[in-house]
């Protein structure tokens, strides 16, 4: 597949300029491939890691024969023993990022919602000065493609219910598509993260913000996987759910006592 296949945007975006994309994966063998080729056609010079919970369907293995058929070494590959969870699987990729010195992180899922002929939105975001760049849906220019309509649903609820709880502005805090400049992730206490599900990525931005950075939204298409399936459960939800009214009440508290 060719980026222009995926309408990537005329505009010619700022190069992958030394980031590295984590993508969790739990059984996307076919998906894998596909974005990881995606990606790299988009932009060139980008670093990819794939953190793979020792997928039943062999996505690990896919994941070792595109790095070794990669030349230019730009394939990483991590296994982990266990699939605990979404925000686990980035937290460790963080980690192995932020050792090797990438300037900026970015979160990307393999199943195809995110597309990487937009990732230099993004990234030019974080060339303008934003500390934290999220691709949103709920942006004026955002869009959502053949979601289904009780996501739908669900993710606007929880956007609306976590903006109530936590005051903050952010129009899409539950997506999953971002860019951290990373000394971001140095700053906001990753060891002290402990939401294990995709309330995940709430919670770092969240911390992002009550630490003064700067966030900011840019619009992205949203499109639905064709392969395979979502790994959303009510458990995920009930954390979500739990968490952020945690995190709204201590903000609350901490307000009130000062
Ligand atoms: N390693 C690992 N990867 C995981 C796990 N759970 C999910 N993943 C991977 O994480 C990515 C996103 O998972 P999906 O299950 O496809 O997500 P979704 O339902 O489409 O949810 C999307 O929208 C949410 C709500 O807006 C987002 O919060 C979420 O990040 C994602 O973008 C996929 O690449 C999937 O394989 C896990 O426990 N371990």
């Avoid at 590959?77 to 990729?93: F, N, S």
């Avoid at 609306?160 to 598509?177: P, V």
């Amino acid at each position: 597949m060719t980026g222009s296949q995926h309408g990537r945007d005329e505009v010619v975006g700022p190069q992958g300029a030394g980031g590295l994309v984590v993508i969790p994966t739990f059984n996307e063998r076919d998906n894998l491939p596909r974005i990881v080729e995606r990606l790299l056609n988009a932009l060139s010079d980008i670093h990819v890691l794939v953190v793979d919970d020792s997928s039943p369907d062999g996505t690990g293995q896919i994941a070792e024969g595109l790095a070794a058929a990669d030349e230019a070494g730009r394939i990483h590959v991590m296994h982990r023993t266990v699939k605990d969870g979404l925000g686990k699987a980035y937290l460790a990729g963080f980690a192995w990022g932020l050792e090797r010195d990438y300037p900026v992180i970015i979160e990307m899922d393999a199943d195809g919602s995110h597309a990487p002929e937009q990732l230099h939105r993004l990234l030019a975001g974080i060339n303008e000065g934003a500390d934290l760049v999220i691709g949103s849906r709920y942006v004026p220019g955002g869009e959502l493609v053949n979601w289904p309509k009780r996501r739908e649903v669900l993710s606007k609820g929880a956007n609306t219910y976590a903006r109530m709880a936590l005051g903050s502005s952010i129009k899409d805090i539950t997506a999953g598509y971002r860019a951290y400049r990373a000394p971001v992730l140095r700053a906001i206490g990753l060891d002290e993260v402990d939401s294990a599900g995709y309330c995940f990525q709430i919670d770092l931005a969240w911390r992002t913000l009550q630490h003064g950075f700067t966030v900011r939204e840019v619009p992205i298409t949203f499109t639905e996987r064709e392969i395979g399936e979502s790994k959303m459960d009510g458990g995920v939800i009930l954390e979500s759910f739990l968490n952020v009214a945690r995190w709204g009440w201590q903000g609350r508290t901490a307000r009130f006592r000062s």
